[in-house]
Structure formats: structure tokens, C-alpha cells
């Protein structure tokens, strides 16, 4: 699996800014598409590679504020809990 993310660099840019997002990993920092699918676990990585391949597919938006909003509903879906 991270050799098939890592051939993306849409993929692994919007992976790393999800997984390093407060609302993930709070203090620690992930740098590799091989250290978030340990962090995170391969179900978790399928479901970002599907969103952001679906956000891929719609040119209304830019990928940074598609990865941004992703961003804050995980936050408030975590203060939800």
C-alpha cells in the first residue's frame, strides 16, 4: 500500500496534512505515507485516499480547502464524542 500511495503526490501531500492535522495526531508529527498507515491503520488511509481522490474528480474547489474542510469536521466530530 505505500508504494502505491507514494507514486501520488496529491495523495501523499493530502494524507500528511489530514494525519498532521490537531485533530489526528495532536503532538506528533508524521512525515511518511508508511508512518501514518501505522498511526492510523490501513482502513482509516482507504477512506483518505477515497475522499481525496473524490475531491480530486471536482474542479469547483481547490484541494487545500477540500483538505481543510475534511480537517474540521473530523475536529468537530471529535468534540462531538
Given at each position: 500500500m505505500t508504494?502505491?500511495?507514494?507514486r ?17 495526531c495532536?503532538?506528533i508529527?508524521i ?11 490501513t482502513?482509516k488511509?482507504?477512506?483518505y485516499?477515497?475522499?481525496i481522490s ?9 484541494p487545500?480547502l477540500f483538505?481543510e474542510?475534511l480537517?474540521r469536521?473530523?475536529?468537530?466530530e471529535?468534540?462531538?464524542?
Amino acid at each position: 500500500m505505500t508504494e502505491i500511495i507514494s507514486r501520488d503526490v496529491t495523495l501523499v501531500s493530502g494524507i500528511l496534512k489530514l494525519v498532521n492535522s490537531a485533530a489526528e495526531c495532536g503532538n506528533i508529527e508524521i512525515t511518511s505515507i508508511k508512518q501514518a498507515i501505522t498511526f492510523l491503520g490501513t482502513d482509516k488511509i482507504k477512506q483518505y485516499v477515497a475522499i481525496i481522490s473524490m475531491s480530486a474528480l471536482s474542479s469547483k474547489s481547490s484541494p487545500e480547502l477540500f483538505i481543510e474542510s475534511l480537517v474540521r469536521a473530523k475536529m468537530m466530530e471529535l468534540i462531538t464524542k
